[in-house]
């Protein structure tokens, strides 16, 4: 089975400052990651994917997550928030066999403060 | 490509009417998901097709939920009896058949049972 937990529904951050976007993951199998974004009233869009290959993983907008196995985490970062930012931020996962939908974390609602 | 094309955007019908949603997804995709998102539960599978086939339908709520696939390019997912309680957003979304690959959403159907 797998499942990944998202640490903090909503975050706040300054414009400017740092963002930390928490995501732990539990996998029976070698795990394939995903963070999206989804802005009001929109679909689900692809920030970053984790594959197996590079550990760091660099997104669109700035975003970039490392792949920890020994923490089993994938975190979302970006080293400085515009206001375009705010927006929910869901961690999915999913297998590299077998299961091919993704299971998505609870979201984390990030606002960006002037 | 237009990407999964989902219709209509916004439902509202009445409680105990039949209510169909529609999705294209991506041609050349093997895998087809629809998702509910709701405040109180998130992101939830609801089913999943495989070239067509039905694959996991453990997340279906009821049996007033039902989805098919009658070709590659298209699927519905219908309630009937509709309620209050399925008032939610439906998204649709579609992935080939490489592990490795993200899921494409749809930008959703607003489903408002009155």
């Known amino acids: 089975a797998q499942s990944v937990t998202q640490l903090g529904s909503h975050v706040s951050v300054s414009e400017g400052a740092l963002v930390l976007l928490r995501c732990n993951y539990s996998s029976s199998v070698p795990p394939y990651l995903f963070w999206y974004v989804q802005y009001p009233n929109q679909g689900l869009q692809l920030l970053l994917k984790y594959t197996s290959a590079a550990t760091l993983v660099k997104g669109i907008n700035g975003f970039e997550a490392e792949f920890k196995k020994s923490e089993t985490s994938f975190h979302l970062t970006k080293p400085s928030a515009h206001m375009s930012d705010a927006a929910e931020y869901f961690c999915a996962v999913s297998g590299d066999t077998g299961r091919r939908a993704l299971t998505f974390g609870s979201g984390t609602r990030l606002q960006v403060q002037p | 490509d237009a990407g999964v094309i989902q219709s209509p955007r916004h439902e509202v019908t009445e409680m105990g009417q039949e209510v169909t949603l529609r999705c294209k997804p991506i041609?050349?995709?093997?895998?087809l998901f629809w998702y509910r998102q709701t405040m109180m539960r998130g992101l939830e599978l609801l089913i999943y097709?495989?070239?067509?086939?039905?694959?996991?339908d453990s997340g279906m709520p009821e049996d007033r939920f039902s989805a098919k696939m009658p070709n590659a390019s298209f699927s519905t997912l219908k309630i009937q009896p509709s309620e209050p309680r399925d008032s939610a957003v439906y998204f649709c979304a579609s992935r080939d058949r490489w592990g490795n690959t993200e899921a494409f959403f749809g930008q959703g159907t607003r489903l408002t049972v009155v």
């Open positions: 097709f495989n070239n067509n086939v039905p694959i996991d």
């Open positions: 041609s050349g995709h093997d895998y």
